[in-house]
């Protein structure tokens, strides 16, 4: 919810409507300490329940939500409240969390069988990729603030390149299950969304990196960058269609009589009760990615002059915050449901 609610304020703020995205700031701003609080509970109260957690490979991916979401949070701070300092604080909790639930999946990995690794691998997973390159956005921001040198770009660079690294060796595991497995549509889970938003955090953090990318570096560096992000941009792209696709038939499925309004805008079940209910806690999978590209598409078009992205960033921004706030209106129907 945090990292979904920050990458559209931050939409919406490079698109020139302030007013919304100062709106999601404050609400994410009320949300982040409030989960923050929730997970040092967690840590305190329930140490072994957790840590027993984050011994099972296919619930230690989730934990890396903490890390993109701070990191989210630390930008948001730096484009509206130049907290520079408080955000480096983000960065460190969030570089360090990382440092932690990535030991543990590693570990996790190496003692279990090879084939129970792989089949334990779904979009969820791609928060590797998510939380890594989360680390480079905000530190990318940070060095406006900090003395710049060439070696901490480097450093930065490197997590870039590593994130991109972590996509292909996950992707590739996700097409196979998707393609050519027999996928049954009942598996279908809005975070197979990330496929689509890993790529497209990736373009926006390359974007950030050539806007902050030294002249001493930049014939080594400059093209290479420029190269991976435009294609990482143009992979995300084709991804759209699919998950449209995807999500339409998963959430018309099932269904005695298809309203007309279901028809026209499937998604609006995310915000129904009763037989039409769409929402589950994994519907806040697909936000993240939709606010994602928009932001990406925009600061793609910023650094290569092509304008007709910015048309696509405008119109697009519009779906992502309406699934945003359609999926927030099913969270809070679901906790009154549950009390």
Known sequence: MVMATGIVSIAFDTLGFEAIAKALLVLNLLLYPVFCSLFAARIVFFTRDLIAELRVLSRSWLFLAFVAGTNTVGVQLILFTQENSLASVLWYAAFF???????????????????????SICGTTLLLTVSTVSIVLLGSQLLDVTDENTWRFLVLWGIWILGCVLYLFTIHLIIRHLFFNHFALKNWQPSYWICMGALAIITLAGSELLAHLPRSLYDALGRATSDISFFAWAWGTLWIAYLLIMDIRKLTCGLDSTAAWIKIFPWTRLACKGQYRAYDIEAWGRVFPAGMYTACTFSLAGISGYHLLESMAFYWCWFALLIWLLTLIGTFSSLVDDR
């Open 97 to 119: 969390a990382w440092l932690i639930f990535i030991s543990f999946i590693i570990f996790n990995t190496l003692i279990l069988p090879r084939s129970s690794a792989v089949n």
